[in-house]
């Protein structure tokens, strides 16, 4: 298969890595230093499903935040220093072609990304300290996707989206989607922000998922590298395409090993793996019994990193499909997100001391629920997604178990140590992964041609 291009250099690459390990330390060791700090500065918590009520340091993801952020900016000059020596080295030989418009470009990209990280830390952080209503805080993700959108606009502004083969008849090849495109890449950071928040509340629940799709991205984004050994075979499926995402640049220049497509997919490497660094070092203190708690602000700036990778690298199509259970869990959710069925302040798992075992928490109705509530509750515990209390005289639902995929774990699978509970979150993250690939690789090649 001809490469467009020769082998693209990776600039940076190695730099990167070794900042990821330096993330990693800087985690491990300064999470437990500051933890005293954070108590001090009342940034604490309780732990929910523990006998005991020690102040756990809170809001610690400001300091994962911290390194991550600082470690993006010490590297700027890496990647680049190299295309900036190249470009005096062709004004030097009289070639004035390749002007420095590309470096700016790449330049912008990297600090609109930053922008964006830097205003999800911001967020996460006020909310920890706030308690900011969720309705209040939702359009401000969208805010911050601005600049990376602006980026995206001025780089491309490529709205197509490519049609799957059967409905080509009706829109052709191409759809333009125009400003809706805009509005799915804005709504994509308020989705992967909100989405790993709510699906916390056990120790270690929300850095292994970030871990997990990070890893999975990563992965995604090593299949693009020009190897020396072709193992690239699954994408043979897709033909000499690029990435047939929504809005992924689909022209004939972009083929499978073009400069672009692995600058693209190097870029999201300089964001994921310096995140994996730092999740794994915080990991280690926030596993059970945690010692250290995340807080809203390690929520955000994960799920805004994956929004920077998707859009910036054009994946996101790919990138949503690493985030199935935060779907199913959000889908769920969302008659208690919407005001269909009472929603507590926390849906967490109930902890039974006795057995040391979390069991499914319920939420109570104080007034009998409407005919549409009875319905879709109904539905959902034919499915075995809640289960139900009910009144046995009236019929009337009193109790149902809060929608989330935890307490759907603990109502299917039986009473479960914390532990446990979060392995099993961990396993069906990766199954999910698993699944992504396959759908990816092997199943998009049904319904898009090659
Ligand atoms: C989200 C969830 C809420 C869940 C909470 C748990 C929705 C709409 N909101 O709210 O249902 O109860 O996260 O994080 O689904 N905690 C633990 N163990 C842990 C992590 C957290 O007990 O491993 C508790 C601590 O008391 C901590 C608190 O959860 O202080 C943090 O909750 P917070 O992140 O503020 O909740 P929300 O994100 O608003
Ligand atoms: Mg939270």
Redesign the pocket.
Same mark, same amino acid.
């Given at each position: 298969r001809p490469l467009l291009d020769p082998v693209p250099p990776l600039p940076g690459l190695y730099t990167s890595v070794g900042l990821s390990i330096y993330a990693f330390l800087a985690a491990l060791y300064m999470i437990p230093a500051l933890g005293p700090t954070f108590i001090k500065a009342n940034l604490?918590?309780?732990?929910?499903?523990?006998t005991y009520s020690d102040p756990?340091p809170?809001s610690q993801g400001l300091v994962c935040a911290s390194i991550y952020i600082i470690l993006l900016i010490i590297f700027i000059p890496f990647p680049f220093a190299r295309t900036v020596a190249s470009l005096s080295h062709a004004e030097a030989n009289g070639d004035s072609s390749r002007g420095s418009e590309p470096l700016h470009h790449q330049l912008a990209v990297y600090l609109s990304s930053l922008l964006s990280l830097m205003m999800a830390t911001m967020l996460g952080f006020l909310?920890?300290v706030f308690?900011i209503r969720?309705r209040h805080k939702l359009p401000i993700p969208l805010i911050a996707s601005i600049p990376l959108l602006m980026v995206y606009f001025a780089e491309s502004g490529n709205t197509h989206v490519v049609v799957p083969l059967p409905l080509r008849g009706l829109f052709g090849v191409l759809l333009n989607l125009g400003p809706l495109y805009y509005l799915y890449m804005s709504l994509l950071s308020t989705f992967t922000t909100n989405s790993i928040?709510?699906?916390?509340?056990?120790?270690?629940?929300?850095v292994s998922q970030a871990l997990i799709i990070a890893i999975s991205v990563i992965i995604n984004d090593l299949l693009y590298l020009p190897w020396p050994v072709d193992f690239r075979i699954p994408l043979h499926l897709l033909g000499n395409k690029a990435e047939v995402d929504i809005g992924g640049e689909w022209h004939a220049g972009m083929a499978y090993g073009s400069q672009e497509l692995v600058s693209r997919h190097v870029f999201s490497l300089y964001f994921m793996l310096p995140l994996v660094g730092v999740c794994l070092g915080f990991m280690y203190h926030?596993w059970y019994p945690?010692r250290a708690? %995340?807080?809203?602000t390690f929520?955000y700036v994960a799920g805004m990193a994956f929004s920077v990778v998707g859009i910036q690298a054009h994946f996101s199509k790919t990138l949503l499909l690493f985030f199935l259970p935060q779907i199913f869990n959000f889908v769920l959710?969302c008659p208690?997100?919407f005001g269909l069925v009472p929603? %507590?302040?926390?849906?967490?798992p109930r902890f039974d001391a006795d057995t040391n075992k979390l069991y499914p928490s319920k939420t109570m109705f104080l007034r009998p629920p409407s005919r549409l509530t009875t319905l879709v509750l109904r539905i959902l515990s034919v499915l075995r997604l809640t289960e139900l209390t009910i009144n046995s005289t009236t019929g009337v639902i009193h109790e149902c178990t809060?929608l989330?995929i935890l307490n759907f774990f603990l109502v299917n699978l039986g009473p479960l140590h914390e532990k446990r509970l979060v392995q099993v979150l961990m396993c069906t993250q990766v199954a999910g992964s698993v699944l992504a690939f396959v759908v990816r690789y092997g199943l998009a090649g049904l319904v898009y041609d090659g």
């Open positions: 604490k918590g309780r732990d929910l499903l523990k756990i809170e909310d920890d308690d969720w928040n709510i699906l916390a509340g056990i120790n270690g629940s929300e926030n945690a708690f %995340p807080g809203d929520c959710s208690q997100l929603n %507590p302040r926390h849906r967490v809060n989330t």
